[in-house]
Nanobody, 123 residues
Framework: QVHLVESGGGLVQAGGFLRLSCVCS????????MGWFRQAPGKDREFVAA????????YYSDSVKGRFTISRDNAKNTVYLQMNNLKPEDTAVYYC????????????????WGRGTQVTVSS
């Protein structure tokens, strides 16, 4: 059973930065495409970014493109989300997820989820 644990969330002022980490255990990390999603209060969970198994391709939502960077270290079983120039609208719980599928933009394609880490951006 794959287990995902996120860390790195917190409170930051607009324009600031945070780096989220997600450690994977219980499976072969390089077997999974990895994604980050977020959910703000009263809203649906939405796609943020994803990375293929060996990091050769990355994908971003339009709202974070150019500000966020997803990366992974297969030797450390860890995926990262570097978030720069944060905006109040980035406030949400951020979730890490693992997918056996190649369709990394679709929430339904993810098989395992972490519990999330809160990111709050003040104006």
């Amino acid at each position: 059973q794959v287990h995902l644990v996120e860390s790195g969330g917190g409170l930051v002022q607009a324009g600031g930065f945070l780096r989220l980490s997600c450690v994977c255990s219980g499976g072969i990390f390089s077997n999974y495409g990895m994604g980050w999603f977020r959910q703000a209060p009263g809203k649906d969970r939405e796609f943020v970014a994803a990375i293929r198994r060996y990091g050769d391709m990355t994908y971003y939502s339009d709202s974070v493109k150019g500000r966020f960077t997803i990366s992974r270290d297969n030797a450390k079983n860890t995926v990262y989300l570097q978030m720069n120039n944060l905006k109040p609208e980035d406030t949400a719980v951020y979730y890490c997820a693992a997918s056996r599928s190649g369709l990394l933009g679709k929430l339904q394609e993810y098989n395992y989820w972490g519990r999330g880490t809160q990111v709050t951006v003040s104006s």
